[in-house]
């Protein structure tokens, strides 16, 4: 059998799906597939909503694709304020969004915010009904309480967290959500996308037989990097270079790979009980904190294995995808677009069917507004943070060389990256990446 094709890249989200077909074994069991997932419909012309004013923190790349994501897809909607590092990117994202959906922007300048304090000038609007949080991953713990704490109904951007202490914060989050009634919706889209919902579908209704192990590889090439320029301090050299430095992004296992992560909690149903990992770094600029590969063994309870993959190397092989291997055959899930296969024991496919990304990245955003309309607010928050904490794991795991299990990294380890004080011209350590067997494991 054939692995699923990868489409290389964020902008292959654009490309047009394949045609949809359907095998054999599995026909029947479409059906209630296809009314399990989520199609979004436009309102009647006469039906009154409740208009919902959204704002935005962290406006660049990954914040206006959300935002233009939820004005795309909700009507009612309206983008009130925005924060972000730098005044200049919210007047880009404003004008960006001005041109795409006019008469769906009431942005002016007295409700641009910059600076790191700008977040709070957003939760203090009460005007802002709807905060999406975007910023770099190490923020999100503390945004995310904040937001709460504020009474706004949030979506978020993957991953929750960075390491345990965030974890740990957004558990607590979760809960305060619940009992406030206030929706938070993570970034997670694949959850939302249609062939990762019938695969797994399938794969619950046996398709496959007991799930057994899987593997998972996010396998990609270089990433950008931001040099350092004349005047800058080391606060704003690592938040405006946030990818290189692990208190800001995880690492790629965290920040990018968390998907995959995700994907095998969602199969799997639950949590790790140990990862063993091994990786390192061969390309990465001096500065940065970075490894470029990293290879996980996640222990899953049933003595069940889940192999994980995942580096960013210039010139290397692409493979961006899963495969869920059963007593009874395969299923494929494959990246972005490139859909999701069964196939039986002999190899034969038995069922396959695509999906399209740039849906499941809209979908999110209107589940979080018709979820808050119909006063049924959606808190999946825990489930981000579980999968983030997943790639954590596999990288606490990784960096020191040790087996960890998941109950010491969530319930025991003190590791706490954020900065204890962080202004603008903080001075910060000197970046240091991960040597295993000396970089200790806490």
């Not at 769906?104 to 910059?114: H, N, Q, T």
């Not at 596999?394 to 590791?415: D, H």
Request: some cysteine; aromatic content about 8%.
């Amino acid at each position: 059998m054939t692995p699923d094709p990868v489409l290389p890249g964020r902008e292959a989200a654009m490309m047009p799906s394949a045609p949809v077909s359907r095998r054999t074994f599995v026909s029947a069991a479409l059906g209630s597939t296809s009314a399990a997932v989520m199609v979004h419909s436009s309102l009647a012309a006469d039906e009154e909503v409740r208009e919902l004013r959204l704002a935005i923190v962290g406006c660049g790349g990954r914040g206006s694709g959300a935002i233009n994501d939820s004005l795309t897809i909700n009507e009612g909607v309206k983008l009130v304020a925005a924060a972000d590092l730098y005044a200049s990117k919210c007047a880009s994202m404003r004008k960006a969004m001005q041109e795409a959906h006019p008469g769906k922007v009431a942005l002016d300048d007295g409700s641009m915010y910059d600076g790191l304090d700008g977040y709070k000038r957003v939760l203090d609007d009460p005007n802002v009904d709807v905060v999406l949080i975007t910023t770099s991953p190490g923020f999100r713990p503390i945004y995310l309480r904040a937001a709460v704490e504020a009474g706004k109904h949030v979506f978020a951007e993957k991953p929750a967290c960075v390491d345990p202490a965030g974890y740990r914060t957004c558990l607590e989050v979760h809960d305060a959500a619940v009992a406030r009634g206030t929706a938070i919706v993570a970034g997670t889209q694949y959850r939302r996308q249609v062939n990762y919902l019938g695969a797994i579908e399938h794969i619950r209704q046996g398709a496959i037989g007991d799930v057994i192990g899987a593997k998972a590889r996010y396998c990609s090439g270089g990433i950008w990097y931001r040099p350092r320029t004349e005047g800058m301090s080391d606060a704003e050299y690592q938040l405006t270079n946030w990818m290189h430095f692990i208190w800001l992004s995880g690492d790629q296992i965290t920040e990018q790979a968390v998907h995959n992560l995700d994907t095998m909690n969602w199969v799997m149903g639950g949590n790790p009980v140990s990862a063993f990992g091994v990786g390192g770094r061969f390309t990465r600029p001096d500065d940065s904190e970075m490894w470029d590969s990293m290879s996980i063994d996640y222990e899953y309870p049933g003595e069940r294995i889940v192999s994980f993959m995942c580096r960013q190397l210039p010139g290397a092989a692409s493979d961006v995808g899963n495969v869920i291997y059963g007593t009874n055959g395969q299923c494929h899930i494959g990246a972005i677009n490139a859909g999701s296969r069964i196939f039986d024991r002999s190899g034969t496919m038995v069922w396959e069917m695509a999906g399209s990304i740039a849906d499941a990245y809209r979908q999110e955003h209107k589940d979080l507004i018709d979820s808050i309309r119909a006063d049924t607010p959606i808190v999946e928050l825990r489930q981000m943070a579980d999968s983030s904490m997943v790639a954590v794991l596999g990288r606490m795991a990784a960096y020191t060389g040790q087996k960890v299990t998941w109950n010491f990294a969530t319930a025991e380890s003190t590791l706490d990256l954020f900065p204890k004080e962080l202004t603008w011209q903080s001075q910060l350590p000197r970046p240091q990446f991960a040597i295993p067997g000396k970089t200790k494991l806490i």
